[in-house]
């Protein structure tokens, strides 16, 4: 009981660094409701396919002829380039829905998880959470 | 011999034709013989087949510790430290996701052995007496001699340090110094002493999976010397890609030291 009892906290500490190192490269996710999934349907203005995080510039209508741009940061070439996305799987005009983790400061931006693409396909953008 | 192939190397870039007129076809002959004889006791270059092929870009895994086994205990750490890395944990408890704040989120890369745990590949060159690791995180580049000279006596501190390197049988040891007091010896921990002292232990634990054993050591930081070990994934038709963490980075550090998020389309790093 003794050695159990002395290994969980270690347990849960690896396994908790670990996940929090998967997450993001190169930064904290503090300023990120991190987990808090959202979507918003949108067009692509611009996608940047650059280091050390892609950024995904979007325009958002408000369904009152009004319109907003969203900046959202997502994984870097180094990773999502391995992963069959390029720098040509968003391009301006697509219409896309996205899934994404919100700022905490409510400014119109945050964090892209996944997308449905204008041919209907769901693109992960994000380290599954369970496994490899 | 070595003289001669250069000198007529020389001469070759000159033009054929000054190659021909300096010594003409006899001296081609010979220079054409002497290349094999020239080979195995003189061409530092063959010694390096006996070393192990670690070819192919390395992924890291993120896999904890040794398969089947319960990972590392916890480091044991100095009143300081400890209450430095007992706040990480208890934060990253509190908030699912949150990572290490440090520098590198404004492009300050990482020291060693830090440099060596980022989330993206890394590979390796071998060329007589050095193995060269290149870490696609920053561009970063670790010179290790093992050509058995000793280290420096008084090196500049440095981000990846300086590292000397033997090898015993396939495994590649590697014992580095001199790694720059403000850069994190642990994930959870920011700044070490000058005496910080990273052991490394490369080796292939299966014939695709690279196993590194990292061994901390420094008296003002650590009780005791604590290990960790990472896994590479060898993938051999991958390649290393371009990182300019300047590029376009919108998570610099604020004014405080604290996470930001810049939306400018331009961000002033």
Not at chain 1, 82 to 102: A, E, F, I, N, Q
Not at chain 1, 116 to 129: E, H, S
Not at chain 2, 15 to 39: D, E, H, K
Not at chain 2, 51 to 80: H, I, K, M, N, Y
Request: proline share 10%; with cysteine; aromatic share 8%.
């Amino acid at each position: 009981m003794k050695i159990i009892r002395t290994l969980a906290p270690a347990l849960l500490a690896a396994a908790s660094v670990l996940l929090a190192q998967r997450a993001s490269a190169h930064h904290s996710t503090a300023m990120f409701e991190w987990g808090k999934e959202k979507s918003l349907g949108a067009t692509v203005e611009r996608y940047e396919w650059t280091q050390p995080h892609t950024f995904l510039w979007l325009i958002v209508q408000d369904g009152q002829g009004r319109t907003q741009e969203w900046g959202l940061e997502g994984m870097s070439p180094s990773w999502l380039g391995r992963r069959g996305w390029s720098r040509h799987t968003l391009k301006p005009g697509d219409k896309v829905s996205v899934v994404y983790y919100p700022l905490k400061d409510h400014r119109p931006g945050g964090f892209y998880v996944r997308i449905k693409l204008p041919d209907g396909r769901l693109v992960d953008a994000l380290p599954q959470r369970s496994g490899q | 011999m070595n003289r001669t192939l250069r000198f007529t190397s020389g001469l070759a870039a000159c033009g054929a034709i000054a190659l021909v007129s300096a010594c003409g076809s006899q001296c081609a002959q010979s220079t054409a013989n002497a290349a094999p004889a020239a080979s195995a006791a003189q061409n530092p270059y063959a010694a390096l087949a006996k070393l192990p092929d670690w070819s192919g870009v390395w992924e890291p895994t993120f896999r904890a510790g040794t398969p089947g086994q319960a990972p590392p205990a916890p480091p044991r750490l100095t009143p300081p430290y400890a209450a430095q890395y007992a706040k990480y944990l208890q934060k990253n408890r509190t908030t699912p996701g949150l990572n290490f704040v440090s520098a590198v989120a404004s492009c300050v890369p990482p020291g060693l052995p830090q440099s060596m745990l980022q989330p993206y590949p890394i590979e390796f060159l071998f060329t007589p007496g050095r193995v060269t690791i290149l870490i696609e995180t920053d561009h970063l580049i670790r010179r290790i001699y093992t050509d058995g000279s000793p280290p420096p006596p008084d090196p500049d501190p440095t981000y990846q340090g300086t590292s000397v390197g033997h090898w015993e049988g396939d495994t590649l040891v590697v014992e580095t110094s001199a790694i720059l007091p403000d850069t994190s010896p642990l994930q959870g921990i920011n700044g070490h002493s000058d005496k910080f002292h990273v052991t490394e232990r490369i080796r292939l634990a299966e014939p695709d999976l690279l196993e590194i054993k990292t061994t901390r050591t420094d008296p003002a930081v650590f009780i005791e010397p604590y290990t960790t070990t990472a896994y590479y994934r060898r993938h051999r038709d991958w390649r290393i890609m371009e990182y300019v963490c300047e590029q376009n980075n919108h998570d610099a550090l604020d004014a405080h030291g604290n996470p930001a998020f810049s939306l400018s389309h331009k961000p002033e790093e």
